[in-house]
Nanobody, 120 residues
Framework: VQLQASGGGLVQAGGSLRLSCAAS????????MTWYRQAPGKQRELVAS???????NYADSVKGRFTISRDNAKNTVYLQMNSLKSEDTAVYYC???????????????WGQGTQVTVSS
């Protein structure tokens, strides 16, 4: 499995960006896709996740501004980011966790990061 993230860039505060992460390869039906971010000098943090059942979870800092969604036919997850703030500046990473029905082991994959820079 490989993950390809795209959509980062430079945007002014208050603006919007949409990140995409396309997964290639065989994806098990039990899975979750997650966006993380890491700002300079800070630990990587969860931004938003979505399960194969379309349950979503958001960091408090992005609730109401970011929306995660997925297109299962394209094995792609999106992160729509609105009302961006300077503190959203970070490298954003996508992550896939999936497993077979018949085993409990989760397989974990990371995409390359995509830089999001919000200017104030």
């Amino acid at each position: 499995v490989q993950l390809q993230a795209s959509g980062g860039g430079l945007v002014q505060a208050g603006g919007s960006l949409r990140l995409s992460c396309a997964a290639s390869g065989s994806i098990f039906s039990i899975n979750s896709m997650t966006w993380y971010r890491q700002a300079p000098g800070k630990q990587r943090e969860l931004v938003a996740s979505i399960t194969s059942g379309s349950f979503t979870n958001y960091a408090d800092s992005v609730k109401g501004r970011f929306t995660i969604s997925r297109d299962n036919a394209k094995n792609t997850v999106y992160l729509q980011m609105n009302s961006l703030k300077s503190e959203d500046t970070a490298v954003y990473y996508c992550n896939l966790k999936h497993r077979n029905h018949w085993e409990s082991r989760w397989y974990d994959y990371w995409g390359q990061g995509t830089q999001v820079t919000v200017s104030s």
